[in-house]
């Protein structure tokens, strides 16, 4: 069993500014609830009025939102005898969009909540115990095993995380026309973080992309080597001390003054004097993979899993060829990065948790959220899979995601078309080879350090992305940033960190 622990570091001031100062309300709904536990099915015609649910979820493009929602009222009614109200949030609007809603007490029963969420949402009161409506939750329990336990912040279960893929190794997808093109094929590249010049053959790719396509960005998109720390280091929860090379040591270091960080931000930092990154790549938030279906971008970083290029294409309706860039590792951090909170703006708690016990076990919630109307958005082929409508493209449906990783539980969707028979199976194995860390069950409480992290997570957002993106010169800002870091208490949390960690593996002997 995971340790009952989850770091309650400020990792993120975006959301802390927002939040901070907004009254708690731990008020509203019954504990106990009405309707019957784990998530049993409530026959449409109970005398009960139906209870609306209301979910904030990562949402594609605007289209046929209305009648995914419809469709899906319909199966709750059935099950549950309750309604829905999605309310859709894209990736560039979850910190701005999220954190507005909660200060103004909007009535949210259901979000999804990101790892570096949770320290300020927790903060302020917003979201409500699991650990006490266990009785409405068990096919969770059931689904989820033991990584049910990475949701929890000591006695807390702030959420349940995502049934999904656990280890996520990053890479490089490229366009497969122009990568082709140019005479490339996959094999003339090999890229590691165990030969960090290796990633030169990455500028000299994006140099010929330049120079043969001038109006074609080579490299875009939300995130960048140094950002993905969940690839290549331990960042036990925040980042402000990790365990660098996969895990595999127990010393705690920090990040951002390592050789790793310092070589990826002087290698972005030469793609975007080159004009191989777009320039307001350290301030848009727009994926890559919606840049490249836009036709934008030549590639884009990501971490991916076991069906990485049928899951690209799907996105962005190009093939693309992957080069890896660092091997896999498992950690706490990537069980609970993404987690399924109820919050205490929902005005029955209980009927809340019922309805996210049901969602996790219901296929057809879990295709309509992630592919849309059916016949309109996609189909059923002779295959079995999901896929484009007769005259549908990637360009032009009118709702469709393939993040079934932000969703309860992705391996109950159906594959899109391409994906190998046993692909959930394959998904579930991808973890078998990869490198576990040391301190893989291990979080850290930070509540003794909690001014410092919020210091720390002030300072980050002044110089994370555009140092991380290469719009300013790391030469002269990294060694700032790290003062800045280190002034605003990095060692005492370090130290924190370090001696918990100690304690930790002292026990495991």
Known sequence: MLKKALSLSVASVLLASSLAGCAKNESGGSAAGSGSPSGASASASSSEAPYTVNFAYHAPKEGNQAEVNELINQLTMKDLNMKVKLIPITWDTYNSKMSLMLAAGEPIDISFAFAFSLPSFIDQGYIVDASKYAEYTKDIYEVM?????????????????????????????VRKDIFEALGHKASDFTVTTDDMSSFDQLTKLFAEVKAKY???????????????????????????????NYGQTTKITNWYESEQFKKFAELNREWFTKGYASKDIAVDKELG????????TFAFFASYG?????????????????????????STTAVNGALNVVLNSSADKAKAFQFLNWAYKSKEFNDLLNWGVPDKDWVVNKDGQADYPEGVTAATVNYHSDYGFIYPNQYLMTPWAGSPADIWDRYKKFDADALVSKAYGFTFDSSSVA????????????????????????????????????????QEVMDAKQ??????????K
């Open 145 to 173: 095993g033991d990584d049910v336990e990475a949701g929890h912040i000591g006695d807390m279960l702030a959420g349940f995380p995502m049934m999904n893929v656990r280890a996520t190794p990053s890479g490089i997808f």
């Open 214 to 244: 001038p109006d074609m960005t080579p490299f875009d998109g939300f995130r960048t080597f140094g950002l993905n720390t969940i690839t290549y280091v331990d960042g036990l929860g925040d980042n402000f001390g990790v365990l660098e």
């Open 289 to 296: 993979q919606a840049k490249m279906k836009a036709g934008k």
């Open 306 to 330: 076991a069906n990485a290029l049928t899951d690209v294409k799907s996105q962005t309706g190009y093939d693309t060829v992957l080069i890896p860039v660092s091997s896999k590792m498992k």
């Open 451 to 490: 001014t410092e992290e919020s210091q720390l997570a002030a300072v980050l957002a002044k110089y994370e992305n555009s140092v991380s993106f290469g719009s300013v010169d790391p030469a002269k800002m990294l060694p700032k940033m790290n003062k800045e870091l280190y002034d605003a208490g990095l």
């Open 499 to 508: 001696k918990q960690l100690d304690d930790w593996l002292a026990k495991q």
